[in-house]
């Protein structure tokens, strides 16, 4: 249950990323039952999840899911923090596919009855650890817009790194 709900999480990220409308795969052997759902973002048209396993959620799959809520909060406030200082076009951009990644996670917390972990305030985070992340990748990335790159970079590392540990879990 745990593998299925992150391969699907991988899988509903990869398609908020994309532009097009894109049909999804099937859904994973090991999920007996599934159920359409229909989530509907502020900043999105719609945004279909087709296959959510409806059995009822691990704790460690629970902390996983509100942690990347939190954890793609901190990527997209990064990122405007970035446009804002610097006006490149690009941190917006990435921004904006940051906040499809968390509209994405706030249906799933939203479809499972989980209390969001987000606040609303930029760059504040109820993780305390991702509140000193937050800080720690400001102050690299302030410094000039090569560093801000850099930051971006590591954003992502640690992203796909933290998705790998949760498929091991």
């Known amino acids: 249950n745990l593998l299925g709900l992150f391969m699907m999480l991988l899988m509903l990220i990869a398609y908020t990323s994309c532009e097009k409308s894109e049909v999804m795969p ?38 996983g899911l509100l942690f990347m809520r939190e954890e793609e909060k901190l990527a997209h406030d990064v990122y405007i923090y970035f446009f804002n200082l610097y006006g490149e076009n690009i941190f917006n951009r990435i921004a904006n596919s940051e906040q499809r990644h968390t ?55 640690l992203d796909i790194l933290d998705l790998d540990a949760e498929l091991l879990n």
């Open 26 to 63: 099937t859904p994973l052997a090991d999920q007996t039952e599934i159920v359409q759902v229909d989530v509907t973002a502020t900043n999105l048209k719609s945004l279909n999840l087709n296959y959510v396993p409806t059995a009822p959620l691990t704790q460690d799959e629970t902390a």
């Open 103 to 157: 509209d994405a996670i706030l249906g799933l917390i939203n479809f499972y009855g989980l209390t969001d972990p987000a606040l609303a305030t930029p760059g504040s985070f109820t993780n305390a650890d991702l509140q000193t992340l937050y800080t720690t990748l400001i102050n690299q990335g302030s410094t000039s817009i090569a560093d801000a790159l850099a930051v971006g970079a590591l954003i992502e590392e």
